[in-house]
């Protein structure tokens, strides 16, 4: 992992230990930075610290990618396809996954790097109303996320999709979720760690289990449980 242009889709150096792992990501505004090694992110700090947020915009998020475009949703084409271990595989419109059963929630979000934002308002639908048509299979035990950013694919078992703050959200403060945050759709589940929260959300999968996704391939853990799995301060 050399090419740390803005941009680039970095793959980082699996971690002996999580403290020494990179993290690349890309900033609103093109800087890439490796979140974890103090000396890298160095000059870069006094521009993004993580008390003033991310650059612009104060908000307190920093904006991260692994491949070197942002997917482009068009409306019209863009679907949801919910499927394996499922009895109905679906493939929702943008019109049909607006007309499912809307939840609000107000939650913080936690990066496993030491970042938080409190208080995000989102709007979506919970797991359970969107998998219902779908029918999934007694043998199905989690769901996988596949997203349209390639390689990035994540897991969570039934019961942590089922929890009452997780949802499949498609609006951030007040609007449709911006391009650099996911747009339409990302995962949201404030009790895990950032990377659980896959952005730009193409297909839904059932399937047996939780499998490897992209972070935990090097070395984060895969119940990602705020404050309770390898984050801060290791
Ligand atoms: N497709 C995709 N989803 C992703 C990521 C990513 O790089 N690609 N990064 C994850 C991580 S580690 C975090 S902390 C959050 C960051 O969300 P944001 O980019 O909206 O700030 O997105 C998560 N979902
Ligand atoms: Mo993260």
Known sequence: MDDLTPGSAGEPAAPRRIGRGVFLGTVVGGLSSLWWGQAVWGGVSKVVSPVTGAI????????????????????????LKIGGMVARPQELSYHELRALPQATQTSVFHCVTGWTVN??????????????AAKPLPGAHALEFVSAEKPYVDYLTLEQAMLPDAMLA???????????HGAPVRVVIP???????????????????????????????????VGRSNGYGL
């Open 119 to 132: 208080g995000v308002e989102w709007r979506g639908v919970r797991f359970k109303d969107l998998l219902a």
């Open 56 to 79: 612009g915009l104060g908000s307190g998020w920093r904006i991260y990618t692994v491949a070197s475009t942002m997917p482009v949703f068009e409306p019209k084409t863009w679907r």
């Open 170 to 180: 498609w609006e951030m403060g007040g609007q449709p979720i911006l391009q650099e």
């Open 191 to 225: 009790e895990m760690y950032g990377y659980k929260n896959v952005k730009w959300v193409a297909e839904v999968n059932l399937v047996r289990m939780p499998e490897v996704g992209y972070w935990e391939q090097y070395g984060y853990d895969n119940d990602a449980w």
